[in-house]
């Protein structure tokens, strides 16, 4: 792998990195500083203007002179001290302020090595801890406010490492393949220059040239489209990474080798991988915000109930897994997020098709005198009782050995339970080792208003139990 290749590309990405964070900072400080009149409660507004703009352009000028380490630290810290100055003088309980750290986490992965994310992480949560301290009574209320963005920051951290190790690697392997695409070039003109001395092999020795020169231009282009990948990637990072590896993966754009095809078959998954975690951080971040909204309505169950089940079967490991349709002849009227809950039924149905092996796969629904029940069942591995509460806490997963293979971020089950909570039901488990696992569903039936005025519920005849 060529290390310089990788570092250079880093250099470039942090000289658009630079001046597009300084100068987000620079503006969104001074609009902020001059909606306040008064200097004494704005001055540390007008001090991160100076301060951003300072930063960005010693930061630029030192990427000019090859000091990137330098420029970049700098630049980090100054703005570090920019958003816990902030952060003093502004933060008010529910804040979404420490979380902005995570703009500098994932910078600093990009431009000055994967890993250090973590370290700006390490850094963010004790400033962040200063900065909110004098608005916080005891050191209870502190921790119950410092959690929440502390565990959204570390796990940025942790995303923007995987995701920089996975650049990296495709970065320094683009390079591999020019150096060799250089090498061959070479070998290719000393063939000419032997050529060129046998009359009789000219014609085949120009062919030869030809073809070398359309690999030279294809790995050229290949290098200008990697490039402006990665430069769109700072603005839209997880979907350029899944796009263009597929569409390079399935040959689109010119031949590619099993080594490419691997390498562009990992990126692609991966960043389907980190699409899935972004979402789920982002329902988790607006649900530990308090801004989850539902737009409860009543609809077609039947066809919600379908197209999860339709859906599941791609991920199924094995395609002889049976998917079990148990449904009533009346379906229940209940008032439901159609989007919102049918996430919830792919999240238990995506998890019974990861530990699920062989046997079946069932969606059983039931409708009771006050409630209506959707039994996710299936014949996997099962948990122990023991672990029942375990698997709906964020960020848990059980099964170690089978987790390296079945990757998850261990947010699908606690984000199922909030959003049946929210409609005003419960999800419950029933597990066993070795006898697979049920996740029910269960919601209140929706009333309707009677003539004299009182709402109703309708009474639907119990049905035959699981």
Partial sequence: MNQVYSKELRADTAALLIPLIAGATALVALLAAVVVVDFA????????????????????????KNQRIVGTLVFTAVHLFILTLIIHKNWAPGSLLPYLFAVLIIASSMFVQPNFGFVV?????????????????????????????????????????????????????????HLKAQRRRDELFAIQEELRLANAKLHSTNEELDKAR????????LRTRFMYQVSHELRTPI?????????????????????????LGRIEKSGWHSMSVLNDLLDLAQMNAGEFRLKLELV??????????????????N????????????????????????????????????????????????????????AVEDTGVGIPAAHHEAVFQEFRQLHETTTRRRIGTGLGLPISRHLI?????????HSEPGKGSTFTISLPLAKTIQANGRPHTPAVAQERPF
């Fill in 41 to 64: 409660a704005s001055w540390h507004l007008w001090l991160a203007v100076v301060l951003a703009m300072s930063s960005g352009l010693f930061g630029w000028q030192a990427l000019k």
């Fill in 121 to 177: 992480w390490g850094a963010a949560t004790l400033l962040t801890a200063i900065g909110i301290s004098q608005h916080t009574e005891g050191i209870g209320q502190l921790l119950r406010q410092l959690s929440g963005p502390t565990i959204v920051n570390l796990f940025v951290a942790g995303a923007a490492y995987f995701s920089a190790m996975e650049w990296q690697v495709a970065v320094e392997s683009v390079s591999a393949l």
């Fill in 214 to 221: 359309r690999t030279a231009v294809a790995e050229r282009d």
């Fill in 239 to 263: 979907n350029t990474i899944v796009n263009f590896a597929h569409i390079l993966g399935q040959g689109e754009l010119g031949d590619v080798s099993e080594r490419q095809v691997d390498y």
């Fill in 300 to 317: 077609d169950l039947h066809s919600v109930c379908d197209e999860a089940m339709a859906s599941v079967r791609s991920l199924l490991h």
């Fill in 319 to 374: 395609p002889e897994i049976a998917l079990v349709h148990d449904y009533p002849d009346v379906w229940p009227q209940v008032l439901v997020d159609p989007k919102r809950f049918q996430q919830a039924l792919l999240n238990l149905l995506g998890n019974a098709a990861k530990y699920t092996d062989e046997g079946h796969i069932a969606l059983r629904v039931r409708a009771y005198e006050q409630s209506a029940t959707f």
């Fill in 421 to 429: 909570e929210r409609h005003g039901g419960t999800l419950t488990l």
